[in-house]
């Protein structure tokens, strides 16, 4: 079965930065899958913030992180990394890791999930 466990979230000021970790265990092992985070705010839906491929050459940041997030991964490729500079109260709310065998945009497809963490960025 698959685990993902994430650190790091916490509070911030506007401007400030975190660096988000999330370290995949139980899956192949083969460092065959695409890892992703997303974020979810209070009343909204879920959104995907960044996505990296098992190369890690092949990332994905959202627009409206463009330039300030930074997503990358593990040289044994278990754990993914967000680093998140710049940020402003926008960024508020959960943040989710997530695992699926080939990368995509939505959240529906993406099986396994991490247990999420908040993200408070104050002004």
């Known amino acids: 079965q698959v685990q993902l466990v994430e650190s790091g979230g916490g509070s911030v000021q506007t401007g400030g930065s975190l660096r988000l970790s999330c370290t995949a265990s139980?899956?192949?092992?083969?460092?065959?899958?695409?890892m992703a985070w997303f974020r979810q705010a209070p009343g909204r839906e879920r959104e995907q913030v960044a996505r990296?491929?098992?190369?890690?050459?092949?990332?994905y940041v959202a627009d409206s992180v463009k330039g300030r997030f930074t997503i990358s991964r593990s040289s044994d490729k278990n754990t993914a990394y967000l680093q998140m500079n710049t940020m402003k109260p926008e960024d508020n709310g959960m943040y989710y890791c997530?695992?699926?065998?080939?990368?995509?945009?939505?959240?529906?497809?993406?099986?396994?999930w991490g247990q999420g963490m908040r993200v408070t960025v104050s002004s």
């Open positions: 997530a695992l699926s065998p080939y990368c995509y945009a939505s959240p529906a497809n993406y099986a396994s």
């Open positions: 139980g899956h192949t092992g083969r460092g065959d899958e695409c």
């Open positions: 990296i491929d098992t190369t890690g050459r092949r990332a």
